[in-house]
């Protein structure tokens, strides 16, 4: 483990303690509350990785790589934002999915650009948000979004 995941797990611990010392009977509360909503949880969690080692099993890494690695890195980071924007799953799941691809030999831009308008930009949950928020709020939000996603894929290029 790094230090990083070492600190998070004592920080855990110390508020877990601190909640336990706090209010025994709520902390125990919340917990039993937590596992039954990550019970109900856990058949949609092991399908949606299910899909996600189908897929990675029937895209060979060679081809992941001819066209997240090795091909225009622009024409690839705009269409992996699209194919982002319309996608639907969570960003639990995305993590290891965009891992995974990562592994197979795809560049850093195109998978950041997918991440982050996956998590950005909600082409599938658009009506929705025109009804809650209006037309011109859902507009703004989702094109600035994109934009930024873009731009978060390039910056984070040149850094790694």
Not at 100 to 115: D, H, N
């Amino acid at each position: 483990m790094d230090i990083f995941t070492i600190c998070l797990w004592i920080i855990t611990l110390i508020w877990f303690i601190g909640s336990i010392i706090k209010d025994k009977k709520k902390t125990f509360g919340s917990i039993k509350m937590s596992s039954g909503m990550m019970r109900n949880m856990i058949g949609e969690i092991v399908g949606i990785l299910f899909l996600i080692g189908l897929i990675i099993t029937f895209i060979p890494p060679e081809t992941i790589k001819q066209y997240l690695g090795q091909s225009n890195v622009v024409l690839s980071t705009i269409v992996s934002a699209f194919v982002g924007s319309i996608t639907l799953i969570p960003a639990f799941v995305a993590f290891p999915l965009v891992g995974s691809l990562v592994k197979a030999g795809a560049s850093i831009v195109p998978i950041v650009a997918f991440l982050t308008t996956l998590t950005m930009v909600g082409f599938v949950t658009f009506p929705l948000e025109k009804r809650e928020f209006g037309m011109k709020f859902a507009l703004v939000r989702n094109s600035l979004s994109f934009g930024f996603a873009i731009i978060i894929a390039l910056i984070m290029g040149v850094i790694i």
